[in-house]
């Protein structure tokens, strides 16, 4: 198993543009995540999907959309990219909603000048 | 509100010395502990969980924690500290509507030889 891979690894927007991170497992998780990580303030969470065709937001959801429209893919799109995105994006998921205990992968490193 | 304090940001430690991260929580229910550790660079990797039972868990890398509900707290703690534990340590709570983790805003570990 790949557990839970995200592409791309880093990535530089202008302020205005608009672009998708990709996030994939195959681990056959219900419940997958995105968090934004920041110094000084650990991972809040941007938006979740507790099942294909289900999302709801999360801490931070402005400027960002998801979709689920399979088990293994859950992409973030930031709809028009502002500096106070720059970031660290982490993608996690998890078997069900009862497990809790989540697998995170790499991460994508964004910043927007 | 849930939330999770880890009062310390950075603490240095000789390498062989012993190690205690603190943690405390404000959830109402019970709550889903989690310590996950970040290497520079690298995703979240979970070092231990507590959902209930026996309040002192194990973990890897030879960690453990201390559920302690009369203080909501969630210390980690290790017996001997080596180099290659240097990194960020979070501690989450989960449990929440939605399978949401909440994260503490991490302490980075720093040893010195």
Known sequence: ?113 | AQSVTQPDIHITVSEGASLELRCNYSYGATPYLFWYVQSPGQGLQLLLKYFSGDTLVQGIKGFEAEFKRSQSSFNLRKPSVHWSDAAEYFCAVGGLEGNKLVFGAGTILRVKS
């Open chain 1, 1 to 113: 198993n790949a557990g839970v891979t995200q592409t791309p690894k880093f990535q530089v927007l202008k302020t205005g543009q608009s672009m998708t991170l990709q996030c994939a497992q195959d681990m056959n998780h219900e419940y997958m995540s995105w968090y934004r990580q920041d110094p000084g303030m650990g991972l809040r969470l941007i938006h979740y999907s507790v099942g294909a065709g289900i999302t709801d937001q999360g801490e931070v959801p402005n400027g960002y959309n998801v979709s689920r429209s399979t088990t293994e893919d859950f992409p973030l799109r930031l709809l028009s990219a502002a500096p106070s995105q720059t970031s660290v994006y982490f993608c996690a998921s998890s078997y069900s909603t009862g497990t809790h205990e989540q697998y995170f992968g790499p991460g994508t490193r964004l910043t927007v000048t």
